[in-house]
């Protein structure tokens, strides 16, 4: 069967919000009035979740459960999303529903105008502290500052992609994943919606602190040198110092000055220079550690069960 939209949702420990987003979704798809398919990527649930997807799935033939072996995480989540779905036009969205399933439309919309990726931007944010949503902004900026791809701002994963980009994304096997950014790199036509983000219906956020540093850390690697930048000029800028200051130091020695005198001058210089080599080496380590996981070449996920084609 023909399948217009391909709607994915990773879901891990999500079962309060999984019936009100089948419901919602179910509700803003059918009034296009074309074919779609809800695929369910069960991320190693715990809560449930996978049984209440499996019994949406007898319910509903539109819901294909993906279901993982264990927790791979959110993104290869996705991943798992685009290599399964059968539409021509593929929406990403998180199953808590603080991305609204009724802004599906809009991003339909502009497709039949003719755009590839429509990705959606958070003007407004609900339900989030102040410490969270600052740190989103200045994560989102500096992202874009240092990357060589222009990701925009103030975007999640929510967004539609037509099928000719998850083709291409799904060429890309790279195991520290950040689709955003993957599906700015492809290019294409695209095209960004504002929406209001709304607070999350039930549960708990699955993106800590932690993990959204981790999520950072795989996008500035991922998209840029800029680390191993940083500690090329950290270097450059310790030896500019260390130069100008020799004449200095020589100049005082011999006008019989103590200021250059003892044991605390030389350790404070020793550990200066131990710090930004430790650094160094910590950005290279980080660098040759996704090479290792990359040769490696282990599968990104492994599926318990999954709906035949």
Known sequence: MKITYSIVAPIYNEIDNLPELHRRVKEVMDATGETWELILVD?????GSTDKIRELAAQDES????IFARNFGHQVAITAGWDYARGDAIVII????????????????????GYEVVYAVRGEREGETWFKKFTAAMFYRIIYSITDVKIPVDTGDFRLMDRKVVNVLKQMQERH???RGMSAWVGFK??????????RVAGVTKYPFRKMLKLALNAITGFSYFPLQVATYVGFFSAGIAILAIPVVIYMRMMG??????QATTLIAVLFLGGVQLISLGILGEYVGRLYDEAKGRPLYIVRDAPEE
């Open 94 to 113: 998180d199953a808590d529903l603080q991305d609204p399933p009724e802004v599906i439309l809009e991003l339909v919309k502009k497709w039949k105008e």
């Open 63 to 66: 819901v294909r459960p993906v």
């Open 43 to 47: 991320d190693g649930s715990t809560d």
């Open 190 to 199: 695209q095209v960004g919606v504002t929406y209001r983000r709304a607070a």
């Open 257 to 262: 000055s103590g200021a250059f005198f003892g």
């Open 177 to 179: 994943r950040f689709p």
